[in-house]
């Protein structure tokens, strides 16, 4: 009997399925993500992400709250970047309104939606370089992350969950220490990502663990609607900044960066490049910060709009955020609906997990850069 | 291509697709007349250009959202004397055509051409359904889900139509206006 | 720690006996037990950020012996940090019980108090204090990091108190637990 023979002859050669539960605790999950993995050996033949552990039921509470009090909700769906969600709520309720923000709360508005991005990415890169097995990166990107932190602390009281774009403009001016010390910080901050690109962009080991792996085609990312350095990663340009301008973007000049093939590492290059994209455009709008109010004359303290509907949708750090807002004119909206790039950028989770080795389901995982707060609201 | 040349095109394949009353304010917005048209459109759409499902979501028309559906005292204005008559927190607004229908939206976009298009149906509250998009646009996967699980629209053809993210204990649909909340074990 | 080390040769050398220590016991377990709080590195929503903004280079919580565990056996405090939703009560339920006795709970920000701002959600657990027994709250939304070390001294002030003679008993089961399942 030949070798090949006498394995066939057995019948039960065969590994058993494992379930394997990845959270909702796993301090890789970034959150309370649970994913349900079947694999055979190494390799997942079924994954089942589930969410909804983090549910706060955001478009349930908003049809109690006046528009004000809403903004207050906005800022805990993506709390790494809390800025774009008060921005895209506002934009939303102003078209409503009838109201149209001062150019300098414009300029503003801008100013911190890029210096939250460029917060919001570095702690991708720091978690990422963790998920991946890198500690160093995340104590250096943390270390700037907070010099942006204490800037927020300085204009508007708070660290994380701001509450400073309102309906009509911002909640205050900014200093002229301020600006001095936001150039200061620029100043310092350009050297220090090709500081991120010796320590972790192009090391061996992170390359070996993310070029490759995690591949979304361009007709992929579409049809899942993917949005924000996850599409532009696979190399289709759009970018809501550029497609359908805000808050003035198409006064500056910018590039929009997309990537090669769509792996794990071009997804993370896309972030950090975007980082460099988003200094140039706050020097831009420092250049040229308009004077005068940053608070439109006319929103009321309880504002009610007329009845109708607006859809606003702005690219915040983890992308397309999208806010439908429907008014029968009363003092709350009549429905909020929240069109959250990280729910979209997940979904793609249950498909591209199957057929990878178990050791790249969080390379993948950490590179969608999801933020539960955002996913299930 | 701009709204009114995208209309006339549409209408021009699809005579029944009108512009609605209210529109979603600087982006286009057509209903259908039935569920019937809504794969046709969304194919033809597709085929247009128009191959990034944007969102997907759903607005109960009812009325007023009811109090019940939040875990909140009747009168949680500590000023007012005991026994005061509970503060009315939404109310009707007079003039506004309230109706019981589930009005279900879907947005489209065209990135070559950074056309937006909203395209919206009308299904009676007591018999929500209409046919899933999952075949066409992956990503309406999870969005028909979180509106099942939210608003009880049953999307015919999903493949795996289940609750995404309430928990199981959770019942009804609160989303809807008439949502009332029934306490479970972790309310006191 | 290193001031006992560098203090106590000085002073035991002339004692009889050299440099045997007399001291209660519970003194020297409580001694090491609140230099080592080790917490469990699970986030729930915006506060775990600001918790990572603690273990990072600017807090830096290794000075107060507070280094994170990602498994909860071997962690001795639980930061619970952010919205507890009611599907995420089970399995907080489930870590607290799989976290090995003296066990602590920090609650971290206001939605983990008492819900916070969403104090009148259907799915939002409206504190977790109603299922596993609390430690020490702190308030805020999100706190900031200084107000989670805040929390640790005071932890650790509490943890200086506890005694071998009334059994393994933490100071919250003294003041009664409110466990469902325990």
């Not at chain 3, 701002?117 to 805020?140: C, E, W």
């Amino acid at each position: 009997m030949t070798s090949e023979a006498a394995t066939a002859a057995i019948p039960a050669l065969r590994s058993d399925q494992l379930f394997v539960n990845l959270g909702p605790q796993h301090p890789s999950t970034h959150g309370v993500l649970r994913v349900g993995l079947t694999i055979e050996g190494e390799v997942i033949v079924k994954a089942v992400p589930d969410i909804g552990y983090l549910h706060r039921g955001t478009e349930k509470l908003a049809e109690a709250r006046g528009y004000h009090h809403c903004v207050v909700l906005t800022d805990r769906w993506d709390y790494v970047a809390s800025m774009p969600n008060n921005l895209v709520f506002c934009l939303a309720a102003e078209k409503l309104l009838g109201v149209k923000a001062t150019p300098r709360a414009d300029a503003l508005r801008v100013m911190m939606c890029e210096l939250n991005r460029i917060a919001s990415h570095l702690l991708f890169v720091g978690t990422y370089g963790i998920d991946i097995g890198a500690f160093t990166p995340f104590l250096y990107a943390f270390r700037e992350r907070e010099m942006i932190l204490d800037l927020f602390e300085m204009v508007c009281g708070a660290r994380l969950t701001y509450n400073y774009i309102r309906l009509g403009g911002v909640m205050v001016d900014v200093t002229p220490e301020w600006t001095a010390k936001l150039k200061e910080f620029l100043e310092y901050f350009k050297p220090k990502i090709d500081e991120y690109d010796q320590l972790l962009s192009y090391n061996p080991i992170f390359m070996a663990r993310t070029q490759g792996v995690g591949l979304i085609t361009a007709a992929e990312a579409v049809s899942w609607s993917l949005s924000g350095p996850n599409l532009r990663g696979s190399g289709v340009v759009y970018d809501a900044r550029k497609a359908d301008p805000y808050c003035g973007y198409e006064n500056y000049d910018f590039d929009v960066v997309v990537g090669k093939e769509g792996s794990c590492w071009d997804r993370y290059f896309c972030r950090v490049t975007e980082m460099r994209q988003s200094v140039r455009i706050v020097e831009q709008v420092l250049a040229k910060l308009p004077e005068g109010p940053v608070m439109a004359a006319g929103v009321a303290k309880i504002p009610k709009p007329a009845p109708g509907e607006a859809y606003a949708h702005v690219e915040a750090a983890r992308g397309d955020l999208g806010v439908h807002l429907v008014s029968d004119g009363g003092v709350s909206p009549f429905r909020m609906h929240v069109r959250a790039p990280s729910f979209l950028n997940l979904a793609i989770l249950q498909e591209k997990l199957v057929g990878m080795k178990i050791s790249d389901v969080i390379a993948l995982l950490g590179s969608t850069d999801i933020v539960l707060g955002e996913v299930d609201r | 291509m701009t709204q009114d040349e995208l209309l006339a095109k549409m209408q021009k394949k699809f005579p029944k697709a009108a512009k609605t009353a209210v529109q979603v304010k600087d982006y286009l917005t057509v209903s259908l007349p039935s569920k019937d048209d809504l794969i046709p459109v969304a194919a033809w759409l597709k085929k247009e250009g128009f191959d990034y499902l944007d969102m997907l979501t759903a607005v109960d028309y009812l009325g007023p959202v009811d109090m019940k559906g939040y875990i909140r005292q009747a009168n949680f204005n500590v000023f007012l004397p005991e026994g005061a008559a509970p503060q009315a927190e939404s109310a009707a607004v007079a003039g506004y055509a309230y109706r019981p229908v589930l009005e279900l939206v879907w947005a489209f976009v065209s990135m070559k051409d950074k056309a937006r298009i909203f395209v919206k149906l009308e299904v009676p509250r007591d018999a929500a359904r209409a046919p899933s998009l999952s075949g066409l646009f992956k990503s309406a996967d999870w969005q028909e889900r979180e509106v099942f699980d939210l608003f009880g629209v049953v999307y015919d053809g999903h493949p795996n139509l289940t609750k995404i993210l309430t928990p199981d204990f959770l019942q009804g649909h609160p989303l809807r206006k008439d949502y009332v909340h029934i306490k479970d074990r972790y309310d006191e | 720690m290193g001031m006992i080390l560098e203090k106590l040769p000085g002073i035991t050398k002339g004692m009889p006996g050299g440099d045997l220590i007399l001291t209660t016991a519970d003194a020297l377990i409580d001694l090491g037990r609140k230099q080592s709080l080790w917490p469990m590195t699970f986030g729930l929503a915006c506060c775990a950020i600001e918790m990572m903004g603690s273990y990072a280079a600017r807090f830096d919580f290794d000075r107060m012996g507070v280094i994170p565990r990602a498994s909860p056996r071997q962690a001795d405090v639980m930061i619970v940090a952010g919205t507890v939703c009611k599907k995420m009560a089970e399995p907080i339920l489930e870590i607290y019980h799989q976290m090995p006795e003296p066990r602590f709970v920090i609650s971290m920000g206001s939605c983990a108090n008492c819900g916070g701002p969403y104090y009148d959600s259907y799915s939002v657990l409206k504190g977790v204090d109603r299922i596993i027994p609390v430690d020490v709250y702190i308030a805020g939304c999100p706190p900031r990091p200084e107000a989670l070390q805040y929390a640790f001294v005071k932890l650790q002030e509490k943890v200086a108190k506890m005694s071998l003679k009334r059994g393994l008993a933490t100071p919250q089961q003294e003041k009664g637990s409110r466990d469902l399942t325990a």
